[in-house]
Nanobody, 116 residues
Framework: VQPVESGGGLVHPGESLQLTCKAS???????????MAWYRQVPGKQRESIAT???????EYADSVKGRFTISRDNNRKTVYLQMNSLKPEDTAVYYC????????WGQGTQVTVSS
């Protein structure tokens, strides 16, 4: 299984984006029970987890995005979303999603660039 991320783009500071991650090839039993996460990576740095959501919808966020980003999931569609508001230049990165435990192969990610 390789998640497919989409929804990135070039935006100005303060604007919003919604990212989508689809794990269409995953069977339901390999998606629904698992905690999912959004990660981001900038060149030269390690990939970092910024938001997680359990199978019951309990969410956690990195301090850098808390209050601005919202993670959600649709188990029927095997899809995870990331609503990003009040974007800042430091949010510029490639964004990925994956299972937290037993991660799948990483997808291509989606580029988010925040620039004036």
């Amino acid at each position: 299984v390789q998640p497919v991320e989409s929804g990135g783009g070039l935006v100005h500071p303060g604007e919003s984006l919604q990212l989508t991650c689809k794990a269409s090839r995953a069977i339901t039993s390999s998606f629904s029970p698992y905690t999912m996460a959004w990660y981001r990576q900038v060149p030269g740095k390690q990939r970092e987890s910024i938001a997680t959501i359990t199978n019951r919808g309990v969410t956690e966020y990195a301090d850098s995005v808390k209050g601005r980003f919202t993670i959600s999931r649709d188990n029927n569609r095997k899809t995870v979303y990331l609503q990003m508001n009040s974007l800042k230049p430091e949010d510029t990165a490639v964004y990925y999603c994956n299972r937290v435990e037993g991660p799948w192969d990483w997808g291509q990610g989606t580029q988010v660039t925040v620039s004036s």
